[in-house]
Nanobody, 120 residues
């Protein structure tokens, strides 16, 4: 089974920066698009950023210009560099990856979530 393990996150003051990391492990044929969702209390989960296997990124309007997503295909990791953080960025952040299993079947892997708290 493919697993995604997140690291990073924590608490920071508004205007600060944090970096989230997500590493994939387990047998698989490939991993395509990877990215990050977030969910704040009482709100729906929303897509923050994603990056395709060719390295091209896509961002939610709310984070454009502040967040940068990158990936290292050799290490099967995806990073989310977050700058100019705002209190409204406070949420649990979840990594995901579009996996092709060794059987050839598609599977969406999820991380366990990491908390980001931005204070004023």
């Amino acid at each position: 089974q493919v697993q995604l393990v997140e690291s990073g996150g924590g608490s920071v003051q508004a205007g600060g920066s944090l970096r989230l990391s997500c590493a994939a492990s387990g047998s698989r044929r490939s991993i395509g698009t990877m990215g990050w969702f977030r969910q704040a209390p009482g709100k729906q989960r929303e897509l923050v950023a994603k990056i395709f296997s060719d390295g091209s990124p896509d961002y939610a309007d709310s984070v454009k210009g502040r967040f940068t997503i990158s990936r290292d295909n050799a290490k099967n990791t995806v990073l989310l560099q977050m700058s100019s953080l705002k209190p409204e960025d406070t949420a649990t952040y979840y990594c995901y990856g579009a996996v092709i299993l060794v059987t050839g079947l598609p599977y969406t892997a999820w991380g366990q979530g990491t908390q980001v708290t931005v204070s004023t």
